[in-house]
Nanobody, 129 residues
Framework: VQLQASGGGLVQAGDSRTLSCIVSGRTFSAANMGWFRQAPGKEREFLAS????????YLADSKEHRLTISRDPAKNTMYLQMKSLEPEDTAVYYC???????????????????????WGQGTQVTVSS
C-alpha cells in the first residue's frame, strides 16, 4: 500500500483548498484513512478520518466546522476539503491509513500508524495573511 498526497500550495487567508490522497496497491477495504498536519516545531496533529468501507467519518473537534473528509472508491482517492483557511493552518499535511481492520470510523493515532499503517509523503500548505 502506498499513499500519494497532493493539492498543497500557497493560498490567501479565507481561501478554500482541497487535498487529495491517491492509494495505490490497496489491499484493504475495512480500514480507517485520515489526515494529519505538522507545523514547524510542533507535533503531528490528527485532523480527520474516514472509514473506507462504511464511509463513516470522524473530525477533530476543533476543526469540525472547517473540514470535510471524503473518499472516492472508484478513484482510490481520499480528499480533505478545507475552508476559511488561516495563517495558523500553515503546515505539511499528511495522509495516512491504519491497516487495522474495522468498519467503524475513529480518530487515528500517530503511534498506531507507525506500527500498523502507512504515511503519505506530505504536501505543504502555506496560508498568507
Amino acid at each position: 500500500v502506498q499513499l500519494q498526497a497532493s493539492g498543497g500550495g500557497l493560498v490567501q487567508a479565507g481561501d478554500s483548498r482541497t487535498l487529495s490522497c491517491i492509494v495505490s496497491g490497496r489491499t484493504f477495504s475495512a480500514a480507517n484513512m485520515g489526515w494529519f498536519r505538522q507545523a514547524p516545531g510542533k507535533e503531528r496533529e490528527f485532523l480527520a478520518s474516514i472509514n473506507w468501507e462504511s464511509n463513516g467519518s470522524y473530525l477533530a473537534d476543533s476543526k469540525e466546522h472547517r473540514l470535510t473528509i471524503s473518499r472516492d472508491p472508484a478513484k482510490n482517492t481520499m480528499y480533505l476539503q478545507m475552508k476559511s483557511l488561516e495563517p495558523e493552518d500553515t503546515a505539511v499535511y499528511y495522509c495516512a491509513v491504519d491497516l487495522t481492520p474495522t468498519r467503524f470510523a475513529r480518530p487515528l493515532l500517530v503511534g498506531e500508524i507507525n506500527k500498523n499503517g502507512r504515511w503519505g509523503q506530505g504536501t505543504q500548505v502555506t496560508v498568507s495573511s
